[in-house]
Each structure stands twice: as structure tokens, then as C-alpha cells.
């Protein structure tokens, strides 16, 4: 007989980075049509004013009108006061 002991470790793994995964959805904010004159400076610079930032990404063709970003906060209110 097989104990299942591993399939249910690989369950709560999978619920762990679900939760984590969550956590990190609740506090990051998308941002989209940024400027092309806009730089990813003065982008960091504005979403600093609410909170302490973990993660910055501008996404998309910098020389087009396609251009969003991925500001994730370290905390969920500081997301909630940027929006």
C-alpha cells in the first residue's frame, strides 16, 4: 500500500501558492494607455507617493500607444489608495 502522504503535501503546496498567488493579485494595480512621452521614472515616482513598491513593470512597444504597467505594492491598501 502507498501512503499518501505526498499527494497531500503537493495539495497544500498548491493551496500555499494559491493563497500567495492571491496576496500578490490584491496588491498590484494595472495601469493602462501610458503616454509615450511618459517615462517609467516619473511613473515610479507618482505610484511611490501611496506606498512602498515591490515590483515595477512597463509592458508593451515603447514607441507605441500600447504601453501598461504592473505596479505591485507591498501592502493592499497602499494598491487601493492608488487606484
Excluded: W
Excluded at 515610479?44 to 504597467?69: E, I, T
Amino acid at each position: 500500500r502507498r501512503n499518501n502522504y505526498s499527494n497531500t503535501r503537493r495539495l497544500s503546496n498548491g493551496r500555499s501558492f494559491r493563497a500567495q498567488r492571491e496576496d500578490i493579485i490584491k496588491r498590484t494595480v494595472y495601469v493602462s494607455d501610458i503616454d509615450h512621452n511618459v517615462t517609467k521614472e516619473q511613473l515610479a515616482a507618482l505610484f511611490n507617493g501611496y506606498g512602498h513598491v515591490l515590483d515595477f513593470r512597463v509592458c508593451g512597444d515603447p514607441h507605441s500607444r500600447l504601453r501598461f504597467a504592473f505596479v505591485e505594492f507591498g501592502d493592499e491598501n497602499s494598491a487601493r489608495a492608488a487606484l
